[in-house]
């Protein structure tokens, strides 16, 4: 008797309309920041309450999502699942510049409800707009890619661009990069050394570039001049709307989204490491070195971002079919990002929550090591030996 055909290890791709509606959910965040200008009051933090508390209680309600779609899924069938990551700048500027406007021309609060209302903001450019700007960095196609530049420009961030495809990327889980946390390090300790460290390591980068084409560091070339200029207008277009008190609602806005962005990533890498190879190599990027989140409703908000195993194994796979691993070949995060970030705050909480599980992840995948402790102090994490 002849056996039944095997499962199939990836199911095709859903291409229509219905199947992308669920990642666009970061929509209604736009409305809400709306409706907290208007009214005013405990309103203002309907942003935070929705990507932080709903989305995580959801998750709780929803579960995970395990399934892994095909790979093989062309760009053309993918419209859908894309467009919203198209139109997110001139919404997400539209939303921003309009209530600059609006909270020093019309509105009539009181300064502590435009600092609520400018902190929801800054949650919706950090939680949503990096998070978009991340996804169109990643493409070849030079309109998406500008998109991004925007949407970083809107934050005063623009040199995260090069910092997290030339330097991430190529040393993530190693001490040479910088966002990849170190374990015990709490978050505020990272922050602070990211926001020292980004820019210079950024521009390092983009001058190892120039001069591997023979320029010089100031060529026209330098994505720097870019970012710059975007900022530049960025910054001018507030203060025209707004005033001086515009222009510091939009920064306000700019750095709670970067805190926001930080947060996502001392989650993604804490405590994980390749090996060291010698000679400056390490082992090539496996998904167990990146956390990994299966939960269905966050991963809706965004945009697949928390199958981050193999976003970091496969950078250039678009986030419709990103693919998730099981326990044995990926570490897995208890909770999705919005929980998570919240618990990195605190950081005898994190610690508590996280530390066991980085030392479970050693013992899993690096049983031969037995002494870690230089790369808890951010030196080489281990030497060559039997994987």
Known sequence: MSQPPAEPLMAPQETHLPSALPF??????LPLTVVGAIKGGWTVFLPPLYAWLLVSLLDRIAGADTSNPDTDTPDRDLFWYRLVTLIWFPLQA????????????????????????????????GTIGITYAHELMHRAGRGERWLGDLLLALVLYSHFRTEHLLVHHRYVATPRDGVTA?????FHRFFARVLRGGV?????????????????????????????LLQLAAILIAFILGGWTGLGLFVWQAYIAVWQLELTNYIEHYGLTRRHLGDGKYEPVRPRHSWNAEHRVSNWLLINLQRHSDHHFRPDRRFPLLQTYSAAEAPQLPYGYPAMTTLAMIP????????????????????????????????????AGAS
Do not use: C
């Open 24 to 29: 666009w959910g970061s929509l209604a965040l």
């Open 94 to 125: 539209f939303t921003i510049y309009a209530l600059i406007w609006y909270v020093t021309h019309v509105a009539d609060l009181a300064p502590w409800e435009m600092i609520g209302l400018f902190f929801g903001v800054g949650v919706v450019s």
């Open 182 to 186: 170190r374990y015990n390090e709490g």
């Open 200 to 228: 210079g390591s950024a521009w390092r980068a983009e001058k190892q570039l120039l001069a591997r084409a023979g320029r010089r560091p100031l060529h026209p070339a330098n994505a720097f001049w870019r970012y710059g």
């Open 348 to 383: 005898p909480l994190w610690r508590r929550a996280m530390n066991p599980r980085v030392r479970a992840w050693r013992r899993q995948f690096y049983p031969d090591v037995a002494d870690w402790s230089g790369y808890n102090k951010g030196r080489l994490p281990f030497p």
